[in-house]
Nanobody, 116 residues
Framework: EVQLVETGGGLVQPGGSLRLSCAVS????????MSWVRQAPGKGLEWVSS????????YYAESLKGRFTISRDNAKNTLYLQMNSLKSEDAAVYYC?????????WGQGTQVTVSG
């Protein structure tokens, strides 16, 4: 059974940090490019960041460069997103996404709330 389980969301004050994790099972993690995608209340899906199968290439939405860092640990089958200097507009449900050829999988999401 394929599973992508995001954790690490929560409530944080503006300017704070969070580290999201996505633990993967049920497929060969290091075959897949991985991404983070978010959805703010009342809005569509927004791509945040992607990382290649071996972590050698990373990509970010232009507006997030310098604040967010994507990484992966293929030995632990886990994807990460370090989020710093959080703003109210970063509040959203964050999903991890896996893609390889025609296969793709989604996690259930983790809520990030920026308030205070």
């Amino acid at each position: 059974e394929v599973q992508l389980v995001e954790t690490g969301g929560g409530l944080v004050q503006p300017g704070g940090s969070l580290r999201l994790s996505c633990a993967v099972s049920g497929f060969t993690f290091d075959d897949y490019a991985m991404s983070w995608v978010r959805q703010a209340p009342g809005k569509g899906l927004e791509w945040v960041s992607s990382i290649s199968w071996n972590g050698g290439n990373t990509y970010y939405a232009e507006s997030l460069k310098g604040r967010f860092t994507i990484s992966r640990d293929n030995a632990k089958n886990t994807l990460y997103l370090q989020m710093n200097s959080l703003k109210s507009e970063d509040a959203a449900v964050y999903y991890c996404h896996a893609a390889f050829l025609k296969d793709e999988y989604w996690g259930q999401g983790t809520q990030v709330t920026v308030s205070g």
